[in-house]
Nanobody, 126 residues
Framework: QVQLVESGGGLVQAGGSLRLSCAAS????????MGWFRQAPGKEREFVAA????????YYTESVKGRFTISRDNTKNTVYLQMNSLKPEDTAVYYC???????????????????WGQGTQVTVSS
C-alpha cells in the first residue's frame, strides 16, 4: 500500500482559497491515478477531482468545475488541489486517494482506490 499524507486544510471565509497537498510514498507514484474525495458530516463520501498518471488527464465533479484545480508533481510524489471561490457547502473532510493500478475509467469511484490518507478538515464560513 501507498502511504498518503494530506496537508493544507483550515478555516477560510467564503470566496477565499486553499491549496491542499498530498504527499505519497512509493517509487512509482507517476503510475498512480490520484483522487480527492470529501465527506461532510452526516453525508456520504463524494468524489471531488482526479488526475490520471503521467498524461495528466483530469476529471471533476460538476459542483467544483471552474473553481478547483487538481495537479501533480511526479518529481515530488505530490498531488495538489487548488480550491478557489470556496463556498460554505465545500466544508468537509478532504481525503487524498491513490489507485495504484492507474485506472482512468473508474477515477470517480471511491472503492476503486486502494490507498487513502487520513483526511484534512476544510471549513468555509459564510
Amino acid at each position: 500500500q501507498v502511504q498518503l499524507v494530506e496537508s493544507g486544510g483550515g478555516l477560510v471565509q467564503a470566496g477565499g482559497s486553499l491549496r491542499l497537498s498530498c504527499a505519497a510514498s512509493g517509487r512509482t507514484f507517476s503510475s498512480y491515478t490520484m483522487g480527492w474525495f470529501r465527506q461532510a458530516p452526516g453525508k456520504e463520501r463524494e468524489f471531488v477531482a482526479a488526475i490520471s498518471r503521467s498524461v495528466g488527464y483530469t476529471y471533476y465533479t460538476e459542483s467544483v468545475k471552474g473553481r478547483f484545480t487538481i495537479s501533480r508533481d511526479n518529481t515530488k510524489n505530490t498531488v495538489y488541489l487548488q480550491m478557489n471561490s470556496l463556498k460554505p457547502e465545500d466544508t468537509a473532510v478532504y481525503y487524498c486517494a491513490a489507485d495504484t493500478r492507474g485506472l482512468i475509467a473508474t477515477m470517480a469511484v471511491y472503492n476503486k482506490y486502494d490507498s487513502w490518507g487520513q483526511g484534512t478538515q476544510v471549513t468555509v464560513s459564510s
